[in-house]
């Protein structure tokens, strides 16, 4: 495969090269290999090319020479982009957000997932149709043949949107299916963390180390797409819910984002973001930018968030953030397991400032309330008098919490 890409003179020189190492790791979670790059220093792509006739040019002698079959642009493509870079060149010629697309159609496992996938390559497809012929559908195996790609119905503007429409209204059931499901888990008094961070941050390791689960986790971008969800026990005894999401990326194509949102509620419903920060990657800020931008864009940039530094095995005790970050933050090691007692004690030290305190008795004679007690509120302390044989709770419940108004109501608070 060939890449190539426009790199804007006034952009910095960290930040292109950064994003054309980042393209190629791409390629290669596609199953792909670079076998040349192309770039060109330019004020803005051109209107027609996208690179230029000259630098078109180049790129099909670099196909000849290389034999390759696909060219990679570093860019989301117009249709006339597209359709004058394919008319300039014997190779197929694909952008980033097919690129993206395609990695995600192959990694799709739930139905919401394909889903999902399906829709955003139909609503990327649409708006390209004019011109391609039967080229659309044409079988593959290769990159950017994944997916909707593979039938005919493509090449007819009424049946796709028709497919879209289906599509919505499969999302639309799945959707209210996930909130009598959110309704259920939230009068269990469980609350929700979850996990966001650059792909490859290690969010899933870190998952598996939270909840001593054994989730898939590869050194791959968007080795988790489909959103996991897993039981926490935390120090007090408290039960929550952990879910991982997909990795945020530079330029993640809008339609992924819009496609997505069903998926990413998980983000907005949650009490608590966990971001996860590679503390090895050089480009730690830019990659925390990108996600605290996305995070602004889902509305869910007023959420409280714990900064987590993953990766943190090979640094010293002590290490001053390598980011700009308020508090709380720490460092950990997902992969080796080295402070996350810690993590977790943050995670409770969190949660309590959006709940309220309460000091209860409960009769010792009650097990059962008393086990609900421990496992639905963060308990700081508790001791037994033998006389009354009552237990004396002391901890923090979220606003409303059925068992704890109900003692006091009782008169069952001190």
């Not at 990679?72 to 300039?88: D, I, K, M, W």
């Not at 639309?172 to 929700?192: A, C, G």
């Not at 791959?220 to 879910?243: E, K, Y």
């Amino acid at each position: 495969m060939i890449v190539t890409a426009v790199i804007d003179e006034r952009e910095r020189e960290t930040d292109a090269r950064a994003s054309l190492a980042e393209l190629k790791s791409l390629v290669t979670t596609a199953g792909g290999t670079v076998m040349a790059t192309a770039t060109q220093n330019r004020p803005a792509p051109d209107v027609s090319t996208y690179v230029g006739k000259g630098k078109a040019e180049e790129i099909q002698t670099l196909v000849e020479e290389w034999e390759a079959d696909v060219v990679v642009v570093n860019g989301e493509l117009s249709p006339r982009q597209g359709q004058s870079l394919t008319a300039r060149t014997t190779a197929r010629v694909i952008d980033r957000t097919q690129l993206i697309l395609d990695i995600f159609a192959d990694r799709a496992r739930t139905k919401e997932g394909r889903i999902q996938v399906e829709l955003a390559q139909l609503t990327y497809l649409l708006p390209r149709l004019r011109g391609q012929g039967e080229s659309l559908s044409r079988l593959g195996a290769g990159i950017g043949t994944r997916g909707p790609g593979e039938t005919k119905l493509e090449t007819d503007r009424r049946h796709i949107r028709g497919r879209m429409d289906e599509l919505k209204k499969d999302l639309r059931r799945i959707r209210k299916h996930r909130s009598t499901i959110r309704e259920q888990k939230d009068r269990l008094n469980q609350p929700q963390f979850t996990l966001v961070g650059y792909t490859n941050s290690g969010k899933t390791t870190l998952l598996n180390a939270l909840t001593n689960e054994d989730a898939l986790a590869e050194d791959l971008l968007f080795a988790t797409l489909d959103p996991l969800t897993r039981g926490l026990r935390l120090p007090s005894g408290l039960s929550a819910r952990v879910s991982d999401t997909v990795g945020f990326i530079r330029g993640l194509p809008t339609t992924l984002i819009a496609a997505f949102r069903a998926t990413l509620e998980e983000v907005t419903d949650a009490d608590i973001l966990i971001h996860v920060i590679d503390a090895t990657s050089p480009e730690a800020e830019s990659e925390k930018q990108t996600v605290l931008q996305l995070l602004n864009e889902l509305g869910a940039g007023e959420i409280p968030v714990i900064t987590v530094m993953n990766k943190a095995e090979t640094l010293d005790e002590g290490t001053v953030p390598i980011v700009n970050v308020d508090r709380p933050w720490l460092y950990v090691s997902a992969k080796e397991h080295h402070h996350i007692g810690d993590l977790h004690r943050v995670m409770e030290d969190e949660l309590s400032k959006q709940m309220a305190f309460y000091a209860i008795h409960i009769p010792a004679s009650n097990g059962r309330l008393l086990h609900t007690i421990r496992q639905t509120t963060l308990v700081q302390s508790e001791t037994f008098d033998e006389e009354k044989e009552m237990y004396k709770l002391e901890g923090y419940a979220f606003e409303g919490h059925p068992q704890v108004e109900r003692l006091k109501k009782e008169g069952q608070e001190p």
